[in-house]
């Protein structure tokens, strides 16, 4: 991407700002470059995490112990957590929303290009401290992703440098989202109005508000462990007179949200692919927005039903499973549209079009898993087991990573001017999508029978699914390499592409942009019919 | 110009919300605590009563035996001072354990404590124990902890045994720090 856009460079006087090398992507306050970063940078993540997950499925690949002792397979089955959701998908997310926003509104950058600038690069300090924590006396937290206390109120210094990776995390977001807030709501071309703009704008508007709600509270959560930590509180300590469970509570009114924070923007991305590989519009445009709306406000109302086992009352349990049930029909209501788009369209099956039909298979899978488990009386039988690592892999890898898969095959001539190895693309979405079922498919059947989650040691008869998931885990880990090169061999020597490569597509940046897109966009507004 | 001075107050107050929201965590605090008392759901927090009938049951006899872990790694020799003692039900007993700390630099430990059958920890009381706080101890240290307890006369009728074990975990990173 950046040979691209240093190619383009030479068209204008002075196009990034005076710096050139490492200086201009430190000091870059274009949308582009920042969005480039995130992507990048989201790409390392995945692959720092990646490998954690790897040793997770090493270790798990027989029973007994044998690759990594139990206390570093704690640390990575946490550290593959918040590294995959933090480090990961949200920046990926946040990588598109950078790129694609301000073309599809016209507008000629984010509204804040400075705070976006610092937004991403409090994110590498983040993942140094997260990473740094390995080194310190005692390791790397290995309490779990969701840093459940009473656990994190003991643990040692790499408890605390967690902590401040969380606050940097949660800062980079509140900033980048005030700044697409703003940038959505102030910039939009004369014309463009909020229903008439990309549903993938939509989605991120939304969960810009919901990271700017949520993300304080998490914030919130891990200053509280911290003050219990050093600074004699006990919020969470019962020694003190404090409550473990109230961390739980706290937590997951965040987490909650979270997950659709992640899975929104996801949702954004394939509403505009289907629409362009099926030659069609998208179909029930209007109710997709409310469906978004919808689920974003159910999401606040739900978090407990990630906690029915810790001992609540009956009544409370009946509400939070009728209103998590509750959701299922916004989501359908989505996965309906997004199937009626493909209704009777001329469909086409290039990468970006197989990823989103892979995502909207996959997903739904993972969406009834959640329907079942947001059933009390199942719940409990499955709470903590494979079941529920099977259900959220299949909503946040086939769900959110998919997507994001689908935005780069789709995005990706736009972004480089040229066009990536089609034959190599389609072999990236079906080794993806194999090994992905080879890993995860069979973690249901693991759970079903009851092998608990973080736990490095099982019962012999768990072997066999246990071992054809490793196998799947290392081909889906190994294939992910192809995507890199896919993505390097499109900016070194693909094809140049046309201004508008997809038939259907239809918003801004493929009808009123040259490609590849200049480095700086609309610097006067476009015209509107 | 206009447009920044919007972007500008819009800005603000979403900056405010998100402040706001972190005060709303906080704010869960209170509201979790209100909500748990008026519901009667939360006994973490409430002392456990002691047995009703404070009498000592003489006619029973129950043994009590002792044993210690260490979780590997931890270089602590932790024993208790007597394998068993005979207690009857509602007598208030004491019995010690003793730790030695063989690494030259301080460590701290923790206890957690279980109990054989699990469910007579239900009537094994204790009023004063060791594992309630970290233990800390400096290079080379001994020291003697006692466990003050009661078992509940309550205690069902079949049970003439509960072995009371005690395991050390290390609290790591605290550089002996308690």
Known sequence: MSAVVDTHGHDHHDPHGGYGGILRWITTTNHKDIGTLYLWFSFIMFMVGGVMALVIRAELFSPGLQVVNPDFFNQMTTMHGLIMVFGAIMPAFVGFANWQIPMMIGAPDMAFARLNNWSFWLLPFAASLLVLSFFTPGGAPGVGWTLYAPLTVQMGVGMDLTIFAVHLLGMSSILGSINIITTILNLRAPGMTLMRMPLFCWTWLITAYLLVAAMPVLAGAVTMTLTDRHFGTSFFNAAGGGDPVLYQHVFWFFGHPEVYIIALPAFGVVSQVIPAFSRKPLFGYASMVYATSAIAILSFIVWAHHMYTVGMPVTGQLFFMYATTLIAVPTGVKVFNWVATMWKGSLTFETPMLFACGFLFLFTLGGFTGLVLSLVPIDIQLHDTYYVVAHFHYVMVAGALFSAFAGIYFWLPKWTGKMYDETLGKWHFWLTMIFFNMTFFVQHFLGLAGMPRRIPDYPLQFETWNKISSIGAFGFGLSQLLLLYVVLKCIRSGAPAPQKPWEGADSLEWTHLPTPVPYHTFETPPVLK | ?178
């Open chain 2, 1 to 178: 110009m206009n447009l920044r001075k919007e972007n500008r107050r819009l800005s603000l107050r979403l900056a405010v919300v998100a402040l706001g929201m972190f005060g709303f965590g906080y704010a869960l605090v209170p509201f979790y605590n209100q909500i748990c008392a008026a519901l009667g759901i939360n006994s973490l927090v409430e002392r456990s009563e002691l047995p009703s009938n404070t009498q000592v049951d003489v006619t029973r006899t129950i043994t009590i035996e002792l044993d210690s872990n260490t979780v590997q790694g931890l270089p602590w020799r932790f024993r208790p001072l007597v394998s068993h003692v005979e207690v009857h039900p509602g007598a208030l007993t004491t019995v010690e354990y003793e730790i030695v700390n063989v690494r030259g630099a301080p460590v701290t430990g923790q206890a957690v404590p279980s109990y054989g059958p699990q469910f007579a920890g239900e009537y094994f009381k204790k009023v004063e124990c060791f594992c309630f706080t970290h233990q800390t101890l400096a290079a080379g240290e001994t020291r003697r902890l006692p466990v003050t307890f009661v078992v509940d006369p309550r205690l069902p009728r079949g049970v003439n045994t509960i072995a009371l074990s005690y395991t050390f975990f290390e609290v790591p990173g605290r550089g002996g720090r308690s």
